[in-house]
């Protein structure tokens, strides 16, 4: 599995190395009828949020909407975003304004100054989620 590029180990993998293994275990589990392909989402917080953001990037036609949490670096991309940062993370507002400024309007931002890094879960409401899983591709 990926680890955290700061991990300070000899061999660290990045997510972004990854979605070849994680596309086969998806095509698998599609190829028992396991999952709507219309109903894929993706969600990691800190260096997951990181990938998260990585994999929207590069395979954005695969997931009905993304959540980035706990992260920095928002990037374009045609699907929803529900995209948090806390106060271990600088503030992605002029990110988010250009990106959204060049187009992509799909991007819901909120920064979370008095939450540590990680602390994404007190954004998790029932509404907010329900508004996430509502998505389709």
Same mark, same amino acid.
């Given at each position: &599995?990926?680890?955290?590029?700061?991990? !300070?180990?000899?061999?660290?993998?990045?997510?972004?190395?990854?979605?070849?293994?994680?596309?086969?275990?998806? @095509?698998?589990?599609? #190829?028992?009828?396991?999952?709507?392909?219309? +109903?894929?989402?993706?969600?990691? #917080?800190?260096? !997951?949020?990181?990938?998260?953001?990585?994999?929207?990037?590069?395979?954005?036609?695969?997931?009905?909407?993304?959540?980035?949490?706990?992260?920095? +670096?928002?990037?374009?991309? #045609?699907?929803?975003?529900? &995209?948090?940062?806390?106060?271990?993370?600088?503030?992605?507002?002029? @990110?988010?304004?250009?990106?959204?400024?060049?187009?992509?309007?799909?991007?819901?931002?909120?920064?979370?100054?008095?939450?540590?890094?990680?602390?994404?879960?007190?954004?998790?409401?029932?509404?907010?989620?329900?508004? &996430? &899983? #509502?998505?389709?591709?």
């Amino acid at each position: &599995f990926p680890l955290c590029h700061r991990a !300070g180990v000899g061999h660290v993998v990045d997510w972004s190395d990854c979605f070849e293994d994680v596309k086969r275990i998806m @095509d698998d589990y599609i #190829s028992k009828d396991l999952i709507d392909t219309d +109903r894929i989402y993706l969600a990691g #917080s800190s260096d !997951g949020g990181r990938g998260t953001w990585d994999y929207v990037e590069s395979h954005e036609e695969i997931f009905a909407a993304a959540m980035p949490m706990s992260c920095e +670096r928002p990037r374009p991309c #045609s699907i929803p975003v529900y &995209f948090y940062n806390t106060s271990g993370e600088d503030d992605c507002t002029a @990110d988010v304004d250009s990106l959204r400024a060049a187009g992509y309007t799909n991007i819901s931002y909120k920064r979370c100054a008095d939450q540590p890094h990680g602390g994404d879960a007190a954004e998790c409401t029932v509404e907010m989620l329900d508004k &996430f &899983f #509502s998505h389709r591709k």
